[in-house]
Structure formats: structure tokens, C-alpha cells
């Protein structure tokens, strides 16, 4: 069963940091690009990072550029994003998924995980 299931939010301040993960079963994860998504309330859910198969090619979006890296260790099935000087935006889950490809892109993404919810505030 194909499964993604994402942790390491939280609440932490502006300007702080955070590292969320993402533990993947149920596929050869090296054949597939996952991506990372975010969805805050009343808002629709926009990729932020995304990043290829063996884990040598990343793509951002704008907004987060030079403030988050995706990586990966296919041989832990782990997926990592790494968030720097957060911003107070307010709460949003953060996703993982798996696209049916290896390369990156923003979209087609056919698995899913459940979220984790990171809040930004004083």
C-alpha cells in the first residue's frame, strides 16, 4: 500500500526554523519526484518545493526561495524539508506527494500524505 505520512510541525516563532519529514512505503521511492505543498486556511494548496528521483534536481516556488530545501534518503524512505526565517503567515498544513515520474514538476501528484500542521506565531 502506497503511503506517505508527514511529521515535524509545530508552533514556532518568526524567523525560526523547522525541519519537517516525510516517510514513504509501499514504492521504489528513488523512481519518483515527490513535492512539498502547503494549504493554510481559506486558501488553496500551493507547491513549494518539489525535488527529482535520486534527489539531484529541486525546484522552488518564488515565494520560498533561499529559505527551503528539500532533500532526500531513499535508502531511510525519507523525504526532508528544511524551513528557515519563517514568516507569521498564520497556521498551514504542509503535504508530501509523489508524482508518477521522476522529474519534478508542480503538477500530476497521485499520492498524498495526511499533513502536518505548522504554525508561525509569537
Do not use: M
Not at 498564520?90 to 509523489?98: E, N, R, S, T
Request: hydrophobic residues 30%; contains cysteine; proline residues 6%.
Amino acid at each position: 500500500q502506497l503511503q506517505l505520512v508527514e511529521s515535524g510541525g509545530g508552533l514556532v516563532q518568526p524567523g525560526g526554523s523547522l525541519t519537517l519529514s516525510c516517510a514513504a512505503s509501499g514504492f521504489t521511492l528513488g523512481y519518483y519526484a515527490i513535492g512539498w505543498f502547503r494549504q493554510a486556511p481559506g486558501k488553496e494548496r500551493e507547491g513549494v518545493a518539489c525535488i527529482n528521483g535520486s534527489g539531484g534536481g529541486t525546484d522552488y516556488a518564488d515565494s520560498v526561495k533561499g529559505r527551503f530545501t528539500s532533500s532526500r534518503d531513499n535508502a531511510k524512505r525519507t523525504l526532508y524539508l528544511q524551513i528557515h526565517s519563517l514568516k507569521p503567515e498564520g497556521p498551514a498544513v504542509y503535504y508530501c506527494a509523489k508524482r508518477p515520474a521522476p522529474l519534478p514538476g508542480w503538477g500530476s501528484y497521485d499520492c498524498w500524505g495526511q499533513g502536518t500542521q505548522v504554525t508561525v506565531s509569537l
